[in-house]
């Protein structure tokens, strides 16, 4: 099963910020909170990740709150291209034997960007 | 950037015959992924490989089978394909603890 809570669906206007929310209550110390996304017809594209602390790269953001139950990516300037399903994985780091190299994937958040 | 070549966007079989789909990435990965996507199910693994000739089940691998010879490309084989393995197949590959990188897929329709 999934460790990951998202709502199934958002929508944010163009040029607006869209703030993707992801429940992950049960996870573990040593285990990373990554954010991929799926365009239409095309494999997931990898977003970022992060540990405890904030991270932010040319694409997103990411806020992990204190507790780490929980996350938000933020894309700060949507536009029509970024329109897909969004979504948020927990897993360990370093890919050991046996199930640390497998992800676990949800449903994601089908994400509209509305001109 | 990472290039991960699935060999065919579209595929169509009938029931019985025997399926290859291939994949290959260009950065020396050490694993690889196969995984199947169905509306409602999301992505679900079937086999993955972190060697040359290495393999391990995921969570639905009955009726696939996998081969690894050279570390850049990975098969995924149904060894008689069925109605119920038309999907979508995607597969992945991954360097060390770096996220995995995916290809455009593969829609596989059996009749």
């Known amino acids: 099963d999934a460790k990951t809570t998202q709502p199934p669906s958002m929508d944010c206007a163009e040029g607006r910020a869209a703030n993707l929310p992801c429940n992950h209550s049960?996870?573990?110390?040593?285990?990373?909170v990554y954010w991929y996304r799926q365009i239409h017809s095309q494999g997931p594209q990898y977003i970022i990740h992060?540990?405890?602390?904030?991270e932010t790269n040319e694409m997103a953001s990411l806020i992990i709150t204190e507790d780490r139950k929980s996350s938000t990516l933020i894309l700060p300037h949507a536009t029509l291209r970024d329109t897909a399903v969004y979504y948020c994985?927990?897993?360990?780091?370093?890919?050991?034997?046996?199930?640390?190299?497998?992800?676990?994937w949800g449903l994601g958040t089908s994400l509209a960007v509305n001109p | 950037d990472v290039k991960v070549t699935q060999s065919s966007r579209y595929l169509v079989k009938r029931t019985g015959e025997k399926v290859f789909l291939e994949c290959v990435q260009d950065?020396?990965?050490?694993?690889m992924f196969w995984y199947r996507q169905d509306p409602g199910l999301g992505l679900r693994l079937i086999y993955f490989?972190?060697?040359?000739?290495?393999?391990e089940k995921g969570d639905i691998p009955e009726g696939y089978s996998v081969s690894r010879e050279k570390k850049e490309r990975f098969s995924l084989i149904l060894e008689s394909a069925s109605t119920n393995q038309t999907s979508m197949y995607l597969c992945?590959?991954?360097?060390?603890?770096?996220?995995?990188?995916f290809g455009d897929g593969t829609r596989l329709s059996i009749l």
């Open positions: 992945a590959s991954v360097l060390g603890n770096q996220p995995q990188h």
């Open positions: 950065m020396d990965h050490e694993n």
């Open positions: 490989s972190y060697d040359v000739k290495m393999k």
């Open positions: 049960t996870i573990s110390r040593n285990e990373y």
């Open positions: 992060g540990l405890k602390n904030n």
């Open positions: 994985i927990v897993r360990v780091g370093l890919y050991n034997a046996g199930n640390n190299r497998k992800l676990i």
